[in-house]
T-cell receptor, first 113, second 114 residues
Framework: ETGVTQTPRHLVMGMTNKKSLKCEQH?????MYWYKQSAKKPLELMFV???????ENNSVPSRFSPECPNSSHLFLHLHTLQPEDSALYLC????????????FGSGTRLTVV | GDSVTQMEGPVTLSEEAFLTINCTYT??????LFWYVQYPGEGLQLLLK?????DKGSNKGFEATYRKETTSFHLEKGSVQVSDSAVYFC?????????????FGKGTLLTVNP
């Protein structure tokens, strides 16, 4: 248990489905992040939220829609995905302080069929 | 910009062998340096960190020293175990950088055989 909980752990969805990934942290952190990890590719930062405000969107397609209702919760809403979106989606939290590392969740393994 | 370069994997060792995974960095400001480990099917876990030059981070027998003069933060362990098999990521976070973002290397896969 890292302090960052992601649900579900595994998700299989069709290309026309709509689903959401959830991330929750009780570490008192004020920054939250979504990463995508595909096989044989570097980690890709998708979105950054600081104090509930989105401060970074790394040219992510609009079929991925993040939501951060408060500093403890982060969602990633998914719709009309493509097979190449199949990956491990990782949530992380931190303080926006340069000496702090990130605390990661265990990830959601997404398969798009 | 900020970047991290790690040695290419995979690295395959026998149990009790000495491990070194090289990491060098380029930073636009003063960085903190981190090593993360990812076991199969899991997220990344912070292994150790160092926040100023000449600091040594250590945890679970792993060590890394922040070398400003060579811009390096090499990971070492004196005697690896099968349970150390994982992917290791070097990362940096720069004071004054954009959102104090963590910049990761590409990761190095370590396999330890009995």
């Amino acid at each position: 248990e890292t302090g960052v909980t992601q649900t579900p752990r595994h998700l299989v969805m069709g290309m026309t489905n709509k689903k959401s990934l959830k991330c929750e942290q009780h570490l008192g952190h004020n920054a939250m992040y979504w990463y995508k990890q595909s096989a044989k590719k570097p980690l890709e930062l998708m979105f950054v939220y600081n104090f509930k405000e989105q401060t970074e969107n790394n040219s992510v397609p609009s079929r991925f829609s993040p939501e951060c209702p408060n500093s403890s919760h982060l969602f990633l809403h998914l719709h009309t995905l493509q097979p190449e979106d199949s990956a491990l989606y990782l949530c992380a939290s931190s303080q926006p302080i340069w000496t702090y590392g990130y605390t990661f969740g265990s990830g959601t393994r997404l398969t798009v069929v | 910009g900020d970047s991290v370069t790690q040695m290419e994997g995979p690295v395959t060792l026998s149990e009790e062998a000495f491990l070194t995974i090289n990491c060098t960095y380029t930073a636009t400001g003063y960085p903190s340096l981190f090593w993360y480990v990812q076991y199969p099917g899991e997220g990344l876990q912070l292994l150790l960190k160092a926040t100023k030059a000449d600091d040594k981070g250590s945890n679970k027998g792993f060590e890394a020293t922040y070398r400003k003069e060579t811009t390096s933060f090499h990971l070492e362990k004196g005697s690896v175990q099968v349970s150390d098999s994982a992917v290791y990521f070097c990362a940096l976070r720069v004071w004054g950088g954009s959102n104090y973002k963590l910049t990761f290397g590409k990761g190095t896969l370590l396999t330890v055989n009995p």
